[in-house]
């Protein structure tokens, strides 16, 4: 009796560590790669940068419920359902990150971002892909102990959303994977360590191994822009994970004739065209769109960045690079959207639409064709 008294006067023991919740999949996946393999027409979701700020005297992440992210994703949903009654249904979402403000803090995720992707789960029955930021997993090297509690939660919310462990698509302990549907091949490559030799032989082992007869459209999508004309790459601001996407990935992706790179870090739109020739002559082209308007704080347009260099190390290629779309030069310019990629045989297309705000960064249009049209 004594036991149990002194027991019941002892102070309680702490509360259970917080996890991270992995994020519900959909009802109906994304379904095997050769089960889509006839499918020519459909469109899929893109944005990035959904974090909250970090003002201290507005709730953000780990607080409340992200009402920015919230709001855009309203506008998504809507576009969805428009969408799936036309040839072109959404089929998925791919996210270029900075999905928290901190990665590290389970509350920031299980709080703020995963209601919002279960509500796209369970409203919208897609998938949704999501590639690392520095936001994420931090901006530490591949093996600081820095980067481990934000890359563990990454990994756990994206759990049941990405290929497994084990599977063909996915790089072991990274959150580097590709999806393939129709016939698009999407590649997730986490630009925090673009320097690091692991993901990049594996990245080149999927391009190299894959079916081009079947995916006439690859994708890579990541956070780190190659050119920005935002604060992190205007003309006096170059980051490492530039730098090494330019020097590592990009001939990689012009030797395997990558079409598009989905980027964020900068909370903006920005459309930048490469176009380069291979051996034979051939012209070809990159669409490099930065979609950083998923709920961060809105950045507006810093500069020009200095490609001088970049273009003449590779003017063996015969590289050139187009400013198609610039930021504007105030918040009001900027506001939140995400893009639509239409998918119709050998033809692309994007859609900008903006999160309850007109918004046409095309000289007043909101679409653009993705293919260099012969005269």
Partial sequence: MLAAVLAAQQPAT??????????????????????????????????GDSRSGSQPDVPGDGQVLHVEHTRLMDFALAKIDALASTPYPARFVLHSGDAVL?????????????PIIERLSRRGGIPFFLAAGNHDVSGMPLGNPGREPGLRNTLAAMSKLMPAEGSRRRLA????????????????????????????AWVTEQLDRLDRTRYRHLVAFFHHPVFSSGPHGG?????????????????????????????????????????????????????QVITGG?????????????????????????????HLARPGPTPADNPHHFIVIQVDGDRVSLEVVGSGAKFAPYNGRTRIDLFDRVS
């Fill in 294 to 322: 998923g709920g961060a704080p809105v950045y507006v347009y810093g500069g020009e960045p200095d490609l001088r260099e970049y273009l003449t190390t590779y003017a063996s290629e015969r590289v050139t690079v187009e």
């Fill in 102 to 114: 901190r990665g590290a803090n389970p509350t920031m995720w299980n709080v703020s971002f995963t």
């Fill in 173 to 200: 302990g990274y959150p580097t994977y590709a999806v393939g549907y129709g016939n698009l091949f999407a590649i997730a490559i986490d630009s925090n360590i673009a320097s690091d030799p692991t993901q990049l």
């Fill in 235 to 287: 003309p006096a601001h170059l980051e490492p994970p530039t730098i090494a996407i330019r020097e590592s990935y990009m001939p990689l992706f012009r030797r395997h004739h990558v079409g598009l790179i989905i980027a964020g870090h900068d909370h903006l739109f920005d459309h930048w065209i490469e176009r380069y020739a291979d051996k034979d002559g051939r012209r070809y082209r990159i669409d």
């Fill in 14 to 47: 702490d509360a259970a560590p917080v996890v991270v919740k992995p994020i519900d999949p959909p009802a109906n996946p994304l379904p095997s790669e050769e089960a889509s393999a006839g499918v020519t027409k459909f469109s899929f979701v893109a944005y």
